[in-house]
């Protein structure tokens, strides 16, 4: 799945405009990074844990020539560790159950709950 497939999944799972869904994508990525470059971990409960890692120098060999061997320099990589319902998830290939507040209606300053569709109940008789 690639980022607008992202977007249109999840678009059609909270029925978001795709635009909305698209900045929220964006503004979540991009905070994500500016936590990681600062040196923060970023955690989501149950699906996982972002962070920075320092990775120590090391010697490698270069692909190009494998009798090579050439000094690769200390650095500091982004990693994921995965939450325990996303690793159930994954094991099981059952996905965890979806919970989505409904959509919140803005009327006069104050934040009101969308009404239900009301069915008129037919009693028998």
């Given at each position: 799945?690639?980022?607008?497939?992202?977007?249109?999944?999840?678009a059609?799972?909270?029925?978001?405009?795709?635009?909305?869904?698209?900045?929220?994508?964006?503004?979540?990525?991009?905070?994500?990074?500016?936590s990681?470059?600062?040196?923060?971990?970023?955690?989501?409960v149950?699906f996982?844990?972002?962070?920075?890692?320092?990775r120590?120098?090391?010697?490698?060999?270069?692909?190009?020539?494998?009798?090579?061997?050439?000094?690769?320099?200390?650095?500091?990589?982004?990693?994921?560790?995965?939450?325990?319902e996303?690793?159930?998830?994954?094991?099981?290939?059952?996905?965890?159950k979806?919970?989505?507040?409904?959509?919140?209606?803005?009327?006069a300053?104050?934040?009101?709950?969308?009404p239900?569709?009301?069915?008129?109940?037919?009693?028998?008789?």
């Amino acid at each position: 799945m690639n980022k607008s497939e992202l977007v249109d999944a999840v678009a059609k799972t909270t029925g978001l405009s795709k635009a909305d869904v698209d900045r929220a994508v964006k503004g979540t990525i991009y905070n994500i990074s500016v936590s990681l470059s600062r040196g923060e971990k970023v955690t989501f409960v149950g699906f996982g844990t972002f962070e920075r890692r320092n990775r120590k120098a090391r010697m490698g060999v270069n692909p190009q020539n494998p009798t090579e061997k050439i000094k690769i320099p200390a650095k500091k990589a982004p990693a994921f560790s995965p939450g325990s319902e996303l690793k159930e998830a994954v094991a099981t290939g059952r996905a965890p159950k979806l919970e989505i507040v409904p959509k919140v209606m803005v009327m006069a300053g104050k934040a009101k709950a969308k009404p239900k569709s009301s069915k008129k109940s037919s009693k028998r008789r």
